[in-house]
């Protein structure tokens, strides 16, 4: 049984997530202000187990980011990602103020694009948007 649980990611959880699916490793500091500092969250757990999850960054204002979303594959082809993204949005929704709209962006990994084109997104460029851009910043150890 899927059980989506709301804010509960702990840094244990969020660090073995992003392990299971092969992200880039972060530091234990790195983890704990990343969960932190999300506006809000969502796990996925199988049977009791933490199988996948999504965080939602940004300024809860103008702009919303989903962060993170993650199925560790042996979940997959379950809906669990399908159903955490809708948990993410209806969280958007629910702080968007009435009579506004508010832009939920996401840079999804390769190979992930019809999924999120499945859920109403749109990949850029577009006709009126250009292409999303990304830098890495590195700061030497002290």
Known sequence: MIELRENVLDTDTYLMLRAQVGWKTLSRN????????CLYNLVAYEDGVPVGMGRVVGDGAVVCYIQDLVVIPSSR??????SILDGLRNYVISITEPGTTMMLCLMCAKGREKFY???GFTARPTDNLGPGMITYLDRPAD
């Open 30 to 37: 790195q983890a704990d202000k990343s969960v932190a500092n």
């Open 117 to 119: 084109l499945d859920h």
């Open 77 to 82: 082809r379950k809906n669990i990602g399908g």
